[in-house]
């Protein structure tokens, strides 16, 4: 493999390692994820998660794997492991069929992890242009260079928005019940210098009526082909409250998390994680041990709630997409 980098997930030649995202922002630990097995772990426990990133870090894994020697039975079994990691991102199962259908493994896994940077661009491209100089953003989960090979889905818009020199004031949402909002998407717009404001995720309903927010924006980890998407739980929540206070409402994704074989949101799967990351987190709980809890990785927002979607093709309304715009630009 040629080395390559980005923000989680590094390729010396010989090693693939990622960065744990369970350990940020206290800690940068690099893991070595070469190993199918081992990358399945990493992804299951969030090590590296996002959309993009597991389908990129997954085929890293593979094309590592193939370097090392693996026949091509040991291959196609942990294609499949892989494939299963985790249920909602499709864009893991993306880039698992197309490492299936590779016939050179390691220049396969180098092109996803290349378009993936691309794409990000074109996200970056489509959806700064909609962003008003001054206006307050808010957004859930993390989407940027965490999430994805490059700058970023929702997130790389609003840092394409700042670096342009708009007034930009993001508000991240703590997203519970693992905090990527507090812990991974705060961290980067630290480091990328943006301003923002961390909230608890029960806050954005205030906000919104104090006249703060502007406009939303998230990222998605599977669209429907009639517009209805997944992302991580509570956007539907955000979605009712920005319609609700009319602000307007934009998932952003890359076209490979797109799933036109999922008729509607009804049809995609969602991840149900263990209960105990309702109940404490860490070593830390703040529940009886034993109390029942319910733990959606996800929700599905229909698209009668979205403004419009910013693909990294360009932008298209809720009408468009509910008129099967998607079926005709990738089917
Ligand atoms: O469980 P996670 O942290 O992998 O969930 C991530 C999200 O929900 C993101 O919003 C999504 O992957 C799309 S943005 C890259």
């Known amino acids: 493999m040629n080395p390559f980098e980005s923000l989680g997930l590094r390729h010396d030649g010989r090693t693939l390692w990622v960065l744990d995202q369970t350990q940020l922002p206290d800690a940068e630990l690099w893991l070595d994820g070469s190993e199918p097995d ?3 772990a990493l992804i299951q426990r969030l090590a590296v998660r996002g959309a993009p990133l597991i389908g990129v870090a997954a ?3 593979l094309a590592t794997f193939v370097q090392r020697g693996a026949s091509a ?3 196609a079994s942990a294609c499949a492991a892989l494939r299963a990691a985790r249920p909602t991102a499709v864009n893991l199962m993306w880039a698992m069929d197309r490492m299936k259908a590779a016939a050179d493994p390691e220049a396969e896994a180098q092109a996803i992890f290349e378009e993936d940077v691309r794409l990000c661009e074109g996200m970056a491209v489509h959806g700064s242009a909609l962003i008003q100089d001054g206006e307050g953003i808010l957004t859930h989960c993390n989407t940027g260079g965490l999430a994805t090979a490059g700058i970023g889905t929702a997130l790389g818009v609003l840092r394409r928005a700042h670096e342009q020199g708009k007034r930009i004031h993001v508000y991240a949402d703590e997203t519970r019940p693992l905090l990527q909002g507090g812990r ?13 404001t961390l909230i608890t995720d029960s806050m954005a309903a205030l906000l919104m009526r104090d006249g703060k927010v502007q406009r939303v924006l998230v990222g998605s980890d599977r669209v429907a082909a009639n517009g209805d998407f997944a992302n991580k739980v509570g956007t539907y929540g955000v ?3 920005a319609r609700f206070h009319g602000v307007p409402f934009h998932p952003v994704a890359p076209f490979s998390t797109v799933d ?4 509607n949101g009804a049809a995609i799967p969602i991840e149900e994680r263990d209960p105990a990351e309702v109940r404490g987190y860490g070593s830390l709980r703040w529940a009886p041990e034993g109390m029942p809890a319910w733990n959606p990785s996800f929700d599905v927002t229909p698209v009668d709630l979205v403004t419009s979607l910013v693909l990294d093709r360009g932008v298209y309304s809720a009408e ?3 008129s099967g715009v998607l079926a005709s630009l990738l089917g």
Request: proline fraction near 6%; hydrophobic fraction near 60%; aromatic fraction near 6%.
């Open 184 to 196: 991974l998407t705060a961290w980067e717009l630290m480091k990328l210098g943006i301003p923002a």
């Open 73 to 75: 039975t040991a291959y």
């Open 239 to 241: 979605a009712v409250l």
């Open 320 to 322: 468009k997409l509910r």
């Open 260 to 263: 036109l074989a999922c008729p």
């Open 59 to 61: 085929a890293a894994s």
């Open 38 to 40: 081992a990358m399945i």
